[in-house]
Antibody, heavy 122, light 112 residues
Framework: QITLKESGPTLVKPTQTLTLTCTVSGISVTTDGVAVAWIRQPPGKAPELLALIYWDDDKHYSPSLERRVTITKDTFKNQVVLIMTNMDPVDTATYYC??????????????WGQGTVVSVSS | EIVVTQSPDSLAVSLGERATINCKSNQSLIFISNNRDYLAWYQQKPRRPPKLLIYWASTRESGVPDRFSGSGSGTDFTLTISSLQAEDVAVYYCQQYYSGYTFGQGTKLEIK
C-alpha cells in the first residue's frame, strides 16, 4: 500500500523560504518508473502542479514557478523535498505530494497525501 | 501552455439521473506513438485530496465504480456519471499530462 505524508510549517512570513517534506511509504522513490510531484491548491481554486521528480532524478518544474522552486529526493529516507523561495500571501494553499507511475504515463496521480495547509502572513 | 477548460462550472442533477461534465483542451492530447489521450479525471470532496477516477481519457482507475466513465479524444472530453448517487457530490477536475501538467478549473456537482 502506497502512502504519502506531507510535513512542514503551517505559517511562513512573506519573503521567507518554505521547505516541505513528503515521506513516501510502500514504494521506493528510486523504483524504476516512479515519480512524485508537489501540487498545491489555493482555497476554492484548482490544483496546480509545482514540480515533479522522477526515479532517475530527472525533474519537471512549472514554467511559471521554476525560478522559485526546487525539488529533490532523499533516497535513504525515501522522502521528496520541496523548497520554495520568496513566499508571498498568494502562495497560501494546501500543498500535496502525489505519486504517479509509468503505467499511467507518469502523469495521472493515483496516490495523494492528505495535504498540509501553508499560510503566508506577516 | 496547454489550457483545459471545463463546462459547466456547476451542475445540479437529480439522484439516479445522468451527470455529464465536459473538458476542452486548446491542443490535441493524443500521443501519436501510443494513440492514447493524456487526460485524467479526478473527484474531490471537501477537505480531501483529489481522487483519480479516469486516466488515458477512458481507463477507469481500480476500485472506481463503473457508473463513472470517460470518453472523447483529441481536444474534447467528457466525464459521465450514469446514475448519480448522493456520495458523488464533489468537485470534478480534468487534468492534461500531454505537455506539462494542467488542471481544469473544476465543476461543482450537486444534487437537485
Amino acid at each position: 500500500q502506497i502512502t504519502l505524508k506531507e510535513s512542514g510549517p503551517t505559517l511562513v512570513k512573506p519573503t521567507q523560504t518554505l521547505t516541505l517534506t513528503c515521506t513516501v511509504s510502500g514504494i521506493s522513490v528510486t523504483t524504476d518508473g516512479v515519480a512524485v510531484a508537489w501540487i498545491r491548491q489555493p482555497p476554492g481554486k484548482a490544483p496546480e502542479l509545482l514540480a515533479l521528480i522522477y526515479w532517475d532524478d530527472d525533474k519537471h518544474y512549472s514554467p511559471s514557478l521554476e525560478r522559485r522552486v526546487t525539488i529533490t529526493k532523499d533516497t535513504f529516507k525515501n522522502q521528496v523535498v520541496l523548497i520554495m523561495t520568496n513566499m508571498d500571501p498568494v502562495d497560501t494553499a494546501t500543498y500535496y505530494c502525489a505519486h504517479t507511475i509509468r503505467g499511467k504515463s507518469l502523469g495521472a496521480f493515483d496516490h495523494w497525501g492528505q495535504g498540509t495547509v501553508v499560510s503566508v502572513s506577516s | 501552455e496547454i489550457v483545459v477548460t471545463q463546462s459547466p462550472d456547476s451542475l445540479a442533477v437529480s439522484l439516479g439521473e445522468r451527470a455529464t461534465i465536459n473538458c476542452k483542451s486548446n491542443q490535441s492530447l493524443i500521443f501519436i506513438s501510443n494513440n492514447r489521450d493524456y487526460l485524467a479525471w479526478y473527484q474531490q470532496k471537501p477537505r480531501r485530496p483529489p481522487k483519480l477516477l479516469i486516466y488515458w481519457a477512458s481507463t477507469r482507475e481500480s476500485g472506481v465504480p463503473d457508473r463513472f466513465s470517460g470518453s472523447g479524444s483529441g481536444t474534447d472530453f467528457t466525464l459521465t456519471i450514469s446514475s448519480l448517487q448522493a456520495e458523488d457530490v464533489a468537485v470534478y477536475y480534468c487534468q492534461q499530462y500531454y505537455s506539462g501538467y494542467t488542471f481544469g478549473q473544476g465543476t461543482k456537482l450537486e444534487i437537485k
